[in-house]
């Protein structure tokens, strides 16, 4: 069955950067969506970056555009956040999640499969 396992999380001072890494296994995702969502405490799980396994298209939540980038290391089917210039906003439990199919990108309901999370915790 299909495993998500994320890394890369910690604790940065703000204006610091981190990479998430989310190493997908069992399937073939040539047909899926990969995203990246994150759940402050007391809040709903919001939708932050997401990517065609093929890269072909980009999605980005307007908290993360021109500071976080999505992407994938084809050679170890990894799927990496990049953020950049963090602030203590973005701190959070951060998921990779994976679909089937293109619609509802931004919906965390579309979602077929999670990951365990990754605490990020930005300082001010």
């Known amino acids: 069955q299909v495993q998500l396992v994320e890394s890369g999380g910690g604790l940065v001072q703000a204006g610091g950067s981190l990479r998430l890494s989310c190493v997908a296994s069992g399937s073939t995702f040539s047909s899926y969506v990969m995203g990246w969502f994150r759940q402050a405490p007391g809040k709903e799980r919001e939708f932050v970056a997401a990517m065609t396994w093929s890269g072909g298209a980009l999605y980005y939540a307007d908290s993360a555009k021109g500071r976080f980038t999505i992407s994938r290391d084809n050679a170890k089917n990894t799927v990496l956040l990049q953020m950049n210039s963090l602030k203590p906003d973005d701190t959070a439990v951060y998921y990779c999640?994976?679909?089937?199919?293109?619609?509802?990108?931004?919906?965390?309901?579309?979602?077929?499969?999670w990951g365990q999370g990754t605490q990020v915790t930005v300082s001010s």
């Open positions: 999640a994976a679909k089937r199919g293109y619609s509802g990108v931004y919906s965390r309901n579309s979602y077929d499969y």
